[in-house]
């Protein structure tokens, strides 16, 4: 068996249109201002793609991109990014996923692939460390993701599927690994336009070692000591899985009930966690290697199946007024299986039954109602009857049939299961995400509603806080690391773990920058500098870091730029800007206005949202 | 949905500017009916009216108003501001207090104000125009000239009017309409 | 003047414009036997305190105001309606204001179906079922701009378009307190759609003289007052002639087949949400490019509305028509720094571009080729001259 010192910088472009593939390398400059994972792969497109690119035509190229610290054994490392425009909102888009083809695709030696063209016939491609081998994927074309994968993983260890919702081109289709998903914009759709139905890597062919082992195992102690230590990920999320969250958000009062008309709901606790996790016998079920275990499998009316995700029970549950953890659950299996977004889906749902409520279309649901809801998703996945309009996506369903007050979207990717009137940061952190209305570009709601680290109304500093979490998670996304972690290396380090809350409110709240400034995170850019064997210089390295991040983050920001985005584009549902809400005492709406100017101005953006040519000189961006 | 949110709401009322209006009705009031005893051309068109006569120009909705109905010897009488028990055969009236205050104020001359469909006037349309026509000849009384002009369709030429005329009708008129007579009107109108 | 064989005109529409109108709406409406308004309004309007000038209209007339629903913004949503509606009912309102401009007065128009129909719902009636008597008064005051439409008897709300003459406001009024335009843009695009909908009403296969009569004094206005308007949105005289040349060429819209950029503009929007005058502006000289290179007729009379008799007269027969399509491009070139002033500018993605057409053919029932609306679209996206 090989090994791979560190990282070993194969890029494998493949073009389906010719069915050839070409190796080449990673620049060493590239690697040092974009990492990897989400980083790298925005920047393979910002080379080779052009802007305006139809993203189901065959010119639009997806990337998939490895963790650097892949392999190496660093905790909940296993996890690996693709990029690629998104046929949903018509921008760049990001996708993280935990599944086994990460791990293969790196042991088969290959740090990177950029994939675009368009197959005549369905194919798949099956990767090992020589190149691509393009099959014929007749047999597996239609078939959903869990058939499709086993019938792939004869060629591998580890695999890429869609399922019939990807091959319909439906807009928010994913594409599967395992159990875990490359979830949110229609990943699946991009491959369900070049014919391709899935990817095989072979794997075990190399070994990956870090290039500094003492350092790299210190660190990874340290990391490991954090983890464990942490009251979410070695408590709430370690037993109950993410849906922990459910109990949380709806005491914060931002879980989405009704098509977000509500922040909470009195029958919430019974799709929580907790619950779920006692009812079905819970078990671990994660991605490889994890530390936290957030994955969860259970019996569920005597079947084995996957506990939904909290984002999946707030937007296919409280979302649409349903509170039975068993219909969930199956709602949740069948978007898996077809291969479908559930936050887009879930949201697509919802926007259905208030149009239908209100009379602008016909499609038998209704808020509360479980009977034709799993229909409703088929005929999402088939394109059936209205179904062929709601698999665009909420924005475009509502563009044709109305009501795009109440299509919960931002730049149309629907929103993730918080509801940014019980914590107006997220809600700018939702209006300026690159991608969307992505719960993942910050995790803000966390410090606002579940911690009480910061006003949940206030506006002030919101701006600088909201920067300092895209900057850190840009670049976590390129090492590439688990979101959660970001809670055990956030709130464990000493500093942090024995300031008293209410001081640290106080910080935040009135001296932000000095509070994220007592923000440690020297444990992920200890663990890429010694994995990639460079020299750390403490504190210095950081901030070197963080930059990183930034870069990243403004990036894709320019990138979006160059399609049409800008401040228009930086806003929230019209209903989340002027509906109160009745779970509320006193009616809350999201100020985005105030914060979005300041936001700007701390970017380095211009007043329309639009990055200065300095502050991408700065970064090093090159303009094209 | 709280509709407590929007409430009902009760519109307040133009205070000074229905007591102006009030006031230059009353002058204007008195006046023709002085004008009537005075100057032969308003006393032509007054014994052009029918002998029924009974007209009030007011403001809608409220008010205020001057009503003015025509003697039995053929003069014009100031009738007061109250509408109730009099048998009215014409009416006219300003659209609201603010066409009014343009009037009043002489920022738009009476035909204009005609045009501007400011006036609704529910009668004869002939008697309404000659009431128009004393109108005009009782604002060149009261007003100087470089008021009238703006607020009177045509100023009337030396030839028709001379100043001797008008200024020994503008002492008159004005005695007869501020004198002994308003202050008895205003204490019958008032009890 | 030539007298066509046939012909329709039809205006519902009284038109009230001047100084303190406003004051006069509670006598309309008591002439339509209305006492208690319910009021839609823009939310800017009511955070801008002109709402208290309209209040104050009201002194003294003893009518109540039902109340001032104030929450639409820059989208005409059923949900604004439905929630309208029950206010409605539950003050006993027996008419309706709109005050402001597109959304606001589609809103009051849809809980005007609503109130009158008893239906509970549009649905019927969006998917073709006419509306078959006499609404409520409605009464519309122009505020800031104006998208087009208002003045007519389009519906347009959630993406949705109805039509019907029953759904003409009764009364519009342009008041110089509420008329000027809030910026630059604002008042560009609403001069750009007036402009537009008077040249694709004129464009039609035989314009009936009622409508010439308007098409006219719509492009005078639009001829003398667009620069100015554009530049100081503020000037109270500018604004009053672009408001009237709004509701004017709104009325002569309703009276002819859509045009080409009309349609189209209105598919890009829905396709970008971009509003649709932007895209107006950018599609009205390829339009009248592609006319003028396809020998399409192209009257004189649009250079005698623009450019005035004397230089109508002092220009020989044969080039009239070039000069008029001059001048309407001189009048575009007035929005320059207001709105943008190409496809590249509005970002719009090229793949979007058949979509659209597609869309804008069928929805002027194949009258125009999806072809034709395809090309119009293509040179305008790469700036290409016909």
């Known amino acids: 068996m090989g090994e791979v010192i560190g990282t070993n910088n194969r890029i494998l472009e493949i073009d389906l249109s010719s069915r050839k593939f070409s190796v080449s390398e990673v620049h ?239 029958e919430a606790h019974k799709i929580s966690g907790e619950v779920m996790a006692n009812r079905f016998n ?132 629907e929103m993730a299961a918080y509801d940014p009137r019980g914590c107006v940061g997220h809600g700018l952190s939702y209006a300026v995400a690159n991608r969307g209305a992505c719960h993942l570009s910050t995790s803000l709601f966390t410090l606002e509603s579940y911690f009480g680290m910061a006003s949940p109304y206030a506006t002030r500093g919101k701006h600088t806080m909201v920067k300092f979490m895209e900057n850190t998670y840009a670049a976590m996304n390129s090492l590439h690391i688990c979101h959660f972690t970001a809670f055990a290396v956030f709130l464990e380090p000493p500093l942090i773990k024995l300031s008293p809350t209410p001081l640290l409110w106080l910080l935040t709240q009135n001296l932000t920058p000095l509070a994220l400034n007592l923000m440690d995170v020297s444990l992920w850019p200890e663990m890429w500098h010694s994995t990639v064997g460079k020299p750390y210089i403490p504190y210095i390295s950081m901030l070197r870091f963080l930059k990183t991040g930034e870069r990243i983050h403004v990036l894709e920001r320019w990138m979006n730029t160059r399609e049409g985005i800008s401040k228009k584009d930086d806003t929230l549902p019209r209903r989340l800007l002027t509906e109160g809400r009745r779970c509320d005492q006193e009616e809350h709406v999201v100020p985005i206005e105030k914060m979005l100017g300041k936001y700007y101005k701390a970017r380095g953006y211009d007043e329309n949202g639009i990055p200065k040519k300095r502050t991408l000189k700065r970064l090093g961006i090159e303009i094209k | 949905m709280n509709t407590n949110k929007y409430p009902e709401i009760k519109p307040g009322s133009k205070f000074i500017k229905k007591v102006y209006c009030f006031i230059m009705l009353l002058i204007v009031g008195r006046a023709i009916e002085a004008a009537a005893k005075t100057d032969k051309v308003v006393k032509k068109e007054v014994e052009g009216l029918p002998n029924d006569l009974c007209f009030y120009l007011g403001v809608m909705p409220s008010g205020p108003y001057m009503v003015v109905g025509k003697t039995k010897e053929g003069g014009m009488k100031y009738l007061g501001w109250n509408l109730v028990g009099k048998k009215i055969n014409l009416r006219m009236n300003i659209r609201n207090i603010e066409a009014a205050i343009q009037v009043f104020t002489f920022q738009e001359s009476t035909a204009t104000a005609f045009a501007h469909d400011r006036f609704v006037v529910e009668g004869d349309l002939p008697t309404a125009t000659a009431i128009v026509r004393i109108l005009d000849i009782v604002e060149v009384y009261l007003l100087p000239k470089i008021i009238t002009k703006l607020a009177v369709q045509r100023y009337p030429k030396w030839s028709e009017m001379s100043p001797f005329r008008k200024w020994t009708g503008r002492f008159i008129i004005y005695g007869r309409a501020l004198g002994y007579g308003l202050v008895k009107d205003i204490i019958t109108n008032i009890l | 003047m030539h007298i066509p064989d046939y012909y329709e005109f039809f205006n519902h529409l009284k038109i009230m414009s001047g100084k303190r109108v406003l004051e006069s709406i509670p006598s309309e409406l008591a002439s339509y036997d209305a ?24 002194a003294d007339t003893g009518m109540t105001l039902g109340g001032i629903y104030d929450e639409v913004r820059d989208y005409a949503g059923i949900s604004l309606a439905l929630n309208a509606e029950v206010i409605f009912r539950e003050r006993g309102c027996d008419s309706i204001i709109a005050l402001g401009s597109g959304p606001v007065v589609d809103v009051a128009k849809a809980l005007n179906v609503l109130v009158s129909e008893n239906s509970g719902t549009l649905q019927p009636y969006m998917d073709g079922a006419p509306i078959g008597k006499h609404l409520k008064p409605l009464i519309y005051v122009y505020a800031c701009c104006s998208m087009g439409l208002e003045a007519t008897g389009y519906l347009s709300i959630d993406n949705r378009v109805m039509k019907s003459d029953f759904l003409f406001p009764d009364v519009i009024m342009i008041d110089p307190r509420l008329a000027p335009g809030c910026c630059p843009p604002c008042a560009a695009e609403s001069a750009v759609i007036a402009l537009d909908h008077a040249l694709g009403a004129g464009a039609g296969p035989e314009p009936s003289p009622m409508l010439d009569a308007y098409i006219h004094a719509a492009l005078r206005f639009l001829a003398e007052n667009m620069k100015k308007g554009v530049k100081k949105p503020g000037d109270k005289a500018a604004s009053m002639a672009l408001a009237n040349a709004s509701a004017m060429a709104a009325v002569a819209f309703y009276n002819s087949k859509p045009g080409m950029v009309h349609l189209l503009a209105v598919e890009l929007a829905r396709i970008t949400g971009t509003s649709a005058g932007r895209f107006m502006r950018v599609l009205l000289p390829y339009r009248m490019a592609y006319m003028l290179s396809k020998k399409m007729k192209i009257r004189d009379e649009l250079y005698l509305a623009l450019a005035g008799f004397d230089a109508y007269s002092s220009t020989p027969e044969g080039e009239r028509t070039r000069k008029g399509i001059e001048a309407v491009l001189d009048l575009l070139n007035t929005t320059k720094k207001a709105l943008p002033q190409t496809m590249k500018e509005l970002n719009v993605p090229r793949h979007q571009l058949k979509n659209a057409a597609e869309a804008a053919s069928a929805a002027s029932g194949k009258f125009f080729t999806a072809a034709d609306c395809l090309s119009l679209l293509e040179h305008a996206w790469e700036g290409k001259a016909y």
């Open chain 1, 28 to 266: 060493p400059k590239d690697r040092d201002m974009y990492l990897g994972g989400k980083g790298m792969g925005l920047k393979l497109l910002y080379d080779r793609m052009e802007a305006g690119t139809d993203p189901l035509g065959p010119d639009n190229m997806i990337a998939f991109c490895m963790g650097v610290l892949m392999g190496t054994g660093a905790p909940c490392s296993g996890r690996f990014e693709a990029v690629t425009k998104s046929p949903l909102t018509g921008i760049m888009v990001s996708a993280s996923c935990g599944g086994p083809f990460g791990m293969a695709f790196k042991t088969a030696g290959w740090d990177a692939m950029v994939i675009k063209g368009k197959a005549s016939s369905p194919v798949y491609l099956v990767i090992d460390s020589k190149g691509v081998q393009f099959k014929p994927a007749t047999g597996v074309w239609g078939k959903d993701t869990e058939a499709a994968e086993k019938a792939l993983l004869k060629d591998g260890t580890g695999a890429v599927v869609i399922g019939p919702a990807g091959e319909n081109l439906v807009r928010f289709a994913n594409i599967r690994s395992g159990h875990r998903f490359l979830g949110r914009g229609g990943m699946g759709a991009v491959l369900g336009s070049k014919n391709l139905k899935g990817i095989v890597a072979k794997g075990g062919e190399f070994k990956i070692v870090p290039a500094n082992k003492k350092k790299f195992q210190k660190s990874n102690k340290r990391f490991f000591k954090y983890i464990n230590a942490n009251a979410i990920t070695a408590g709430s999320y370690r037993n109950f899985g993410t849906n922990a969250n459910v109990n949380l958000s709806n005491a914060a009062g931002i879980l989405p009930v009704h098509n977000f008309s509500g922040g909470s709901h009195g």
């Open chain 1, 282 to 413: 819970t078990k671990y079920d994660t991605c490889k290697p994890c530390a936290i275990m957030c994955g969860h499998k259970g019996t569920v009316n005597g079947k084995d199946r996957h506990i939904p995700e909290y984002e999946t029970i707030g937007l296919m549950g409280s979302n649409l007024d349903v509170f039975d953890p068993v219909v969930i659950t199956e709602w949740n299996e069948l978007c898996s299986a077809y291969g479908m977004d559930t936050i887009s889906a879930g949201g697509t749902l919802a926007w259905a039954m208030e149009a239908t409520e209100k009379g602008l279309i016909k499609t038998g649901l209704k808020f509360g109602q479980v009977k034709g809801v799993a229909e409703m998703i088929r005929d999402i996945a088939y394109r059936k009857g209205i179904g062929n309009d709601l698999a665009e996506g909420s924005r475009a369903a509502s563009r044709k049939f109305g009501g795009e007050d109440f299509a919960i979207h931002v730049k149309g990717m």
């Open chain 3, 35 to 58: 006492y208690k308004p319910l009021v839609i309004a823009d939310k800017s309007i009511t955070e801008s305190g002109l709402v208290k000038k309209f209040i104050t209209a009201f």
